[in-house]
């Protein structure tokens, strides 16, 4: 072999493992450019219904309900007063309070916080109130708005 086609196969080889490599780390890039959009990106939120519709025979008197609304807990609690409906999530440290008939409140078993059936804090550490959830009663069925 001359030396002109031993330099010519010697170039050829090494564009070629140039372009190789260049594509490699093109492709490298692309995809953790692609993993660092996902992360930075938010997630896509899936339609929710605006409204959610229980019929009031559901939760009988001195009873109580927990349902998933837009993707969050409520409470809906049916007493002497008739139906009251917070977020379920204590306003100390975020455990799910549960409702106590016999003492007409809501008790938070992490650190016996208590609410009466406004939201209001009767005791414990919670700072401040439960959350109220709006809703409307329409032919004896609950609408959480």
Do not use: Y
């Amino acid at each position: 072999m001359n030396e002109t086609a031993s330099n010519t196969a010697g170039t050829d080889r090494r564009t070629f493992l140039q372009w190789l490599i260049s594509g490699l780390l093109l492709g490298a890039f692309a995809a953790a450019a692609n993993v660092a959009v996902r992360f930075l990106m938010p997630p896509p939120k899936a339609k929710k219904a605006t409204e959610l519709s229980i019929p009031t025979a559901q939760i009988p008197l001195g009873s109580s309900l927990v349902v998933e609304h837009k993707g969050e807990p409520v409470i809906i609690v049916h007493s002497d007063v008739g139906f009251v409906a917070f977020s379920p999530i204590c306003t100390h440290l975020g455990c799910l309070v549960k409702w106590v008939r016999d003492e007409n409140i809501l008790l938070c078993p992490c650190h016996a916080g208590k609410f009466d059936l406004t939201g209001k804090v009767i005791a414990g550490p919670p700072p401040e109130p439960l959350h109220p959830v709006k809703f409307e009663i329409q032919n004896e069925t609950i609408v959480l708005v």
